[in-house]
Every structure is written in C-alpha cells, then in structure tokens.
Nanobody
Framework: QVQLVESGGGLVQAGDSLILSCAAS????????MQWYRQAPGMRRELVAS???????YVADSVKGRFAISRENAKNTAYLQMNALKPEDTAVYYC????????????WGRGTQVTVSS
C-alpha cells in the first residue's frame, strides 16, 4: 500500500503563500492520480485539487486562481501551491491517491494543518 506524507503547513497571515508537499512511497510507479483535500472544523472534507500522472489537473472553484497543483513523477511527489491565502483557507490539508486508476482513493495521508490569520 502507498504511504503518503504531507508537509509544508503552518501559520501564516492573510495574503501569504505556502507550498504543501505530498510524498508517496511504497510503489515503483507514480500513483495514477494524486489529490488534495481539506477539512475545516465542523465542515465536510472537500476536494481542493487533483492531478493525473499525465498532468491533467482539476482545481476547485473556491480556490481557482489562487491555488495550483503540480507533481514530480520521478519523486512521486505532488505539490499544492497556495497563494493569496485567506482565513477561510484554514483547514487540515490531506493528500490522497488513486494508485492504479481504479477511480477510488486507496491511500490517505495524515494531513498538515494550515492556519491563516487575518
């Protein structure tokens, strides 16, 4: 099973930027699709962005224009570039993967906290 480790979270001020990383290990080939989710206190977990091994991306409307997703297949790592952060971006950010293109997520990371102060 794929193991995922997120990093890069922290406490920032509104308007700042952060880059989150998600490193996948435990398999030879890069995961088919890597996704970033977030969950704020009392809220449902929501999909923020996703990227396929071929570079096809999706970014949620709520963050479009501010967030970007990328990946380095050679490093089995995905990134979430977050710019112009707002207090409402405060959440735990999770990485998840669909390793083999089944359409189902098979691994989740433990998450990294992002807190944006006003």
């Amino acid at each position: 099973q794929v193991q995922l480790v997120e990093s890069g979270g922290g406490l920032v001020q509104a308007g700042d930027s952060l880059i989150l990383s998600c490193a996948a290990s435990g398999r030879t080939f890069p995961p088919y699709e890597m996704q970033w989710y977030r969950q704020a206190p009392g809220m449902r977990r929501e999909l923020v962005a996703s990227i396929s091994s071929g570079g096809i991306t999706y970014v949620a409307d709520s963050v479009k224009g501010r967030f970007a997703i990328s990946r380095e297949n050679a490093k089995n790592t995905a990134y979430l570039q977050m710019n112009a952060l707002k207090p409402e971006d405060t959440a735990v950010y999770y990485c998840a993967v669909d390793s083999d293109g089944t359409g189902s997520l098979d691994s989740w990371g433990r998450g990294t906290q992002v807190t944006v102060s006003s």
